[in-house]
């Protein structure tokens, strides 16, 4: 009689803490072992900068895992600078110029299983602020009704880019949006002098959509822009 109210008790004590198991299963995962997360790949923000000499820039990391959550910002990547006698890394992501030049390749690497996953951003040490023109800014573009002419519209317009710095601008690449814009032609070579111009003629392809004239230099601030519009109104 005592050995069958013993065996009873064990049977309602296992039936209990199974019980109780399952009841922490649900909120807090007992006996469901945590699948940990693969890391995918990663990204660095900001992708293009420019900074002044002796500044500073913070960069981040953002990784992508294979499953929930998905994201996680300012991941703690391991960050590295191309060429350290420009500019340095530390740590926490913050590049500081030391020396003017560039680009330099800022990477932010992260191991997955033993597997390097890395991204990049580039850095460039400047000497001049934003100090980059466009006149006229922006460039207008429409098709008008004329008496007795019908519509009448412009099929291109200029602007000129001033570099009111101090020191050389570099243009790395002028671009315009196609196919609504083109850029027919441009005096700006690879370098701008200090006090200089040089123009920059754009195209229109007759549609009223906006754009902008985006030149890639080595100034605080690139790219910098110049605004395109066009206006359809041919109705007499």
Same mark, same amino acid.
């Given at each position: 009689?005592?050995?069958? #109210? ?24 007992? &006996?469901?072992? *945590? ?7 990663? *990204? ?6 420019? =900074?002044?000499?002796?500044?500073? %820039? ?14 996680? $910002? ?15 890394? $530390? ?6 110029? =030391? ?13 997955? #299983?033993? =597997? @390097? ?14 100090? %980059? ?10 098709c008008v009704y004329v008496f !007795? !002419? &019908? ?5 291109? #317009?200029?602007?000129? !880019? ?37 123009? %920059? ?17 080595? @100034? =605080? ?9 066009g206006a359809l109104a041919c109705?007499?």
């Open positions: 009689m005592t050995f069958r #109210k013993l065996e009873t008790s064990c049977v309602l004590g296992l039936f209990g803490l199974l019980t109780l198991c399952a009841t922490l299963a649900v909120s807090s995962g007992c &006996g469901a072992p *945590s699948i940990p997360r693969n890391l995918l790949n990663i *990204s660095v923000h900001p992708a293009n900068s420019f =900074v002044l000499l002796g500044a500073t %820039v913070t960069f981040a990391a953002t990784a992508t895992f294979d499953r929930a959550p998905l994201t996680q $910002d300012n991941f703690p990547a391991q960050w590295t600078s191309s060429d350290t006698s420009l500019a340095t890394i $530390d740590a926490n992501g913050v590049a500081t110029c =030391v020396q003017l030049g560039g680009p330099i390749t800022i990477t932010a690497s992260a191991s997955n #299983k033993g =597997v @390097a996953v890395t991204a990049s951003a580039t850095l460039n040490c400047s000497s001049q602020v934003s100090d %980059v023109e466009f006149a006229p800014d922006p460039l207008r573009f429409a !007795l !002419l &019908g519509c009448d519209c412009t099929p291109q #317009k200029t602007t000129n !880019l001033t570099n009111n710095g101090t020191t050389t601008l570099r243009i790395n690449s002028i671009t315009v949006p196609g196919p609504d814009y083109h850029l027919i032609s441009t005096t700006c070579g690879p370098q701008l002098a200090a006090g200089e111009s040089c123009s %920059v003629a754009v195209g229109w392809s007759r549609v009223a959509r906006e754009g902008a004239v985006l030149v890639d230099d080595n @100034a =605080v601030g690139s790219p910098h822009s110049a605004t395109l519009s109705t007499p």
